[in-house]
């Protein structure tokens, strides 16, 4: 049994398998190509001022846990994983960070059934994953990957224009699917 399963009092044939919308599966790839394009770098901004935010959240909460400097030396996502996270967690290097914690690799071993919904134009990760994702998927019977080619990232929400362009009328698209396949009619 797992740490984490342990601390949620679990057993693993308690769990029955695990179904995803839009995951991180490459994270060093993935964020390379986010600050390379326009809306990528306006996301990583936005993302950073949100972690800024949760580190100065906890700093009050918890002074003695974070060093406020360390805080505001952060002005990016690696940055911010430099200064505030590798080390707690026992890593060399943020890459090493991401290599552990990028899950591409793990899908191979996955065991239990697993749906992952993924966008091919979703704006926070690198594209050039998704033929990986898909031999991942190809080798590994437990996977049923449901890949579209829009989606954006995580949602997979329709507008109504949406709706209309799609010609699809279901505004929460991805949470159905997740119920299909639970129900077992999708997969």
Same mark, same amino acid.
């Given at each position: 049994?797992?740490?984490?399963?342990?601390?949620?009092?679990?057993?693993?044939?308690?769990?029955?398998?695990?179904?995803?919308?839009?995951?991180?599966?490459?994270?060093?790839?993935?964020?390379?190509?986010?600050?390379?394009?326009?809306?990528?770098?306006?996301?990583?901004?936005?993302?950073?001022? @949100? =972690?800024? /935010?949760?580190?100065?959240? #906890? %700093? $009050?909460?918890?002074?003695?846990?974070? +060093? *406020?400097?360390?805080?505001?030396?952060?002005?990016?996502?690696?940055?911010?994983?430099?200064?505030?996270?590798?080390?707690?967690?026992?890593?060399?290097?943020?890459?090493?960070?991401?290599?552990?914690?990028?899950?591409?690799?793990?899908?191979? @071993? =996955?065991? /239990?059934?697993?749906?992952? #919904? %993924? $966008?091919?134009?979703?704006?926070?990760? +690198? *594209?050039?994953?998704?033929?990986?994702?898909?031999?991942?998927?190809?080798?590994?019977?437990?996977?049923?990957?449901?890949?579209?080619?829009?989606?954006?990232?995580?949602?997979?929400?329709?507008?109504?224009?949406?709706?209309?362009?799609?010609?699809?009328?279901?505004?929460?698209?991805?949470?159905?699917?997740?119920?299909?396949?639970?129900?077992?009619?999708?997969?």
């Amino acid at each position: 049994i797992t740490p984490s399963l342990e601390v949620l009092g679990l057993e693993e044939e308690d769990i029955g398998g695990a179904a995803v919308i839009c995951p991180s599966l490459d994270s060093k790839r993935s964020l390379a190509y986010l600050v390379k394009q326009p809306f990528g770098r306006y996301m990583e901004k936005a993302i950073t001022r @949100n =972690l800024k /935010k949760l580190a100065w959240r #906890i %700093y $009050a909460a918890h002074p003695n846990s974070i +060093d *406020p400097e360390a805080i505001t030396r952060v002005n990016s996502i690696w940055s911010f994983d430099e200064e505030l996270v590798i080390k707690p967690l026992g890593f060399s290097s943020v890459e090493a960070y991401y290599d552990a914690s990028s899950a591409l690799q793990l899908l191979p @071993n =996955l065991q /239990k059934p697993t749906l992952i #919904i %993924y $966008a091919e134009d979703d704006p926070l990760f +690198d *594209p050039a994953i998704v033929p990986d994702l898909q031999l991942a998927c190809a080798a590994n019977p437990m996977i049923d990957l449901l890949l579209t080619r829009f989606g954006g990232h995580v949602g997979h929400i329709s507008s109504k224009a949406c709706q209309r362009q799609a010609q699809d009328p279901d505004p929460w698209w991805a949470w159905n699917r997740i119920l299909e396949w639970l129900s077992g009619s999708v997969g």
